[in-house]
């Protein structure tokens, strides 16, 4: 068992290296500084004892301002050295590149629930490809969860109500350990996982083989199956707003304000609703807490982002009586 403990975990995306060099200097530095401190400490002690024979007033000593300059200055230096550099690869690990490919994360006690832009659905395993940026947008159903894969220096908390986003990008085909390192509760020890890093076109195969239908033609679904079109119908007589061309626009508020429609204002929109209600429209959405689930938000999130002009579904109420008496089939029509 001794033998399958890692030591130092490989590192296996982007943002890795840079991580491993800051723990590394952030060790030398502190070991450094103990180590100094505990051998002057010593030093001291024996190089100025009481020897048997000697007053207990010490002799005079002469200040020295250029050593104060020095220890004053120097760790000033090395904090704001140490500040910039960490500052730098905190931003650059919660800056995903413009391409980066939109995976969704739901966390629930106890396990990881995943969501693919193509439709695919995984629990406790995530497939991703190798050499191509990740996004990874997270909610939690219940508590708060924390998402860390250590082969990736991955390390994000997953919050209920609110969405978190981290990215990675793997650098190296394989199967790494995915754990919740926020303790959720009485099973928190088996909410584990793993990711399976594979090549673009073997990634592409097992897209294509598990292909469930698109994330935004659930969205679609879901979107009618709550009726949502009563209202956002986007006709001239519609009551509530218009979601067409909606996600990342400025929508104006009520109360003067200009936010942009991203994912977290859609859900809150769908959840609590009277918090930001639309200029020139009326508070009359109910909410749906309770009834929508976390995973469907995320599918009508996906709905609204591919909801480009006059795709909204025709609204219909009734149907016109039939023109004619439907044609019997020959195999029903009377002997």
């Known amino acids: 068992m001794i033998a399958d403990i890692a030591i130092w975990v490989p590192a296996a995306s982007t943002n890795a290296r840079s991580v491993d060099l800051l723990t590394l200097y952030l060790t030398v530095v502190c070991g450094s500084v103990g180590l100094l401190v505990a051998v002057l400490l010593i030093y001291f002690c024996v190089r100025y004892r009481q020897r048997p024979g000697e007053t207990a007033n010490p002799p005079p000593t002469r200040q020295s301002h250029?050593?104060?300059?020095?220890?004053?200055?120097?760790?000033?230096?090395?904090?704001?050295?140490?500040?910039?550099?960490?500052?730098?690869?905190?931003?650059?690990?919660?800056?995903?590149?413009?391409?980066?490919?939109?995976?969704?994360?739901?966390?629930?006690?106890?396990?990881?629930?995943?969501?693919?832009?193509?439709?695919?659905?995984?629990?406790?395993?995530l497939h991703v490809p190798v050499g191509r940026p990740v996004k990874l947008v997270m909610i939690s159903e219940d508590v708060i969860h924390s998402l860390f894969v250590p082969a990736f220096r991955l390390h994000m908390d997953v919050l209920p109500a609110r969405y978190t986003s981290a990215w990675f990008q793997a650098t190296r085909p394989g199967t790494y350990h995915l754990f919740c390192s926020q303790y959720c509760g009485t099973n928190h020890a088996g909410m584990v996982g793993k990711v399976i890093a594979m090549e673009p076109a073997e990634y592409q195969a097992w897209l294509t083989y598990l292909g469930e239908g698109s994330l935004a033609l659930q969205g679609r679904q879901v979107f009618l199956k709550y009726r949502c079109l009563s209202c956002h119908s986007a006709t001239a007589t519609a009551r509530a707003p218009n979601l067409e061309v909606l996600y990342g626009a400025h929508v104006p508020l009520r109360d003067g304000r200009t936010i942009v429609a991203d994912d977290s204002y859609l859900r809150e929109s769908i959840y609590q609703p009277s918090a930001k209600v639309v200029a020139g429209h009326l508070d009359v959405?109910?909410?749906?807490?309770?009834?929508?689930?976390?995973?469907?938000?995320?599918?009508?999130?996906?709905?609204?982002?591919?909801?480009?002009?006059?795709?909204?579904?025709?609204?219909?109420?009734?149907?016109?009586?039939?023109?004619?008496t439907p044609p019997i089939n020959s195999t029903d029509a009377a002997p």
């Open 66 to 125: 250029a050593l104060e300059w020095f220890w004053t200055l120097t760790p000033i230096g090395i904090f704001i050295f140490t500040f910039l550099w960490s500052g730098a690869i905190y931003y650059a690990a919660f800056s995903p590149p413009a391409d980066a490919m939109p995976l969704y994360v739901v966390g629930k006690q106890w396990m990881w629930k995943f969501q693919h832009p193509g439709g695919q659905r995984e629990i406790g395993t």
């Open 285 to 324: 959405m109910p909410s749906f807490a309770g009834q929508v689930s976390e995973e469907e938000i995320i599918a009508l999130i996906a709905y609204f982002r591919a909801l480009h002009a006059g795709e909204t579904p025709p609204r219909v109420e009734s149907f016109p009586p039939p023109t004619s």
